[in-house]
Nanobody, 121 residues
Framework: QVQLVESGGGLVQPGGSLRLSCAAS????????MGWYRQAPGKQRDVVAT???????NYTDSVKGRFTISRDNDKNTVYLQMNSLKPEDTAVYYC???????????????WGQGTQVTVSS
């Protein structure tokens, strides 16, 4: 079994900050790319930011300069620091990890349960 457990969501005023965390646990051989996605009501789930095991990052244009993705490979944990939050950032945020469970297996994608981020005054 593999679990991704997210934390850190909540209600914040416009211009505020939040830090999301997502820890992978269970039967894991290696964790490759990790990322954050979000889904607003009535919309599809879209990528926010991704990070490779080597630390290379990518961001969707709307969050560049405001959000920072990072990871701790020893803890199999990915973070999303969100600054200068806007109402349009309101969504359920999901983490994703590409995980190999055994040395001989192919990687597969796993999702966290989602954490609500609401930006409102």
């Amino acid at each position: 079994q593999v679990q991704l457990v997210e934390s850190g969501g909540g209600l914040v005023q416009p211009g505020g900050s939040l830090r999301l965390s997502c820890a992978a646990s269970g039967s894991i051989f290696s964790v490759n790319a990790m990322g954050w996605y979000r889904q607003a009501p009535g919309k599809q789930r879209d990528v926010v930011a991704t990070i490779t095991s080597g630390g290379s990052t990518n961001y969707t244009d709307s969050v560049k300069g405001r959000f920072t993705i990072s990871r701790d490979n020893d803890k199999n944990t990915v973070y999303l620091q969100m600054n200068s939050l806007k109402p349009e950032d309101t969504a359920v945020y999901y983490c994703n990890a590409q995980i190999r469970r055994w040395s001989w297996s192919r990687q597969a994608g796993y999702w966290g349960q989602g954490t609500q981020v609401t930006v409102s005054s």
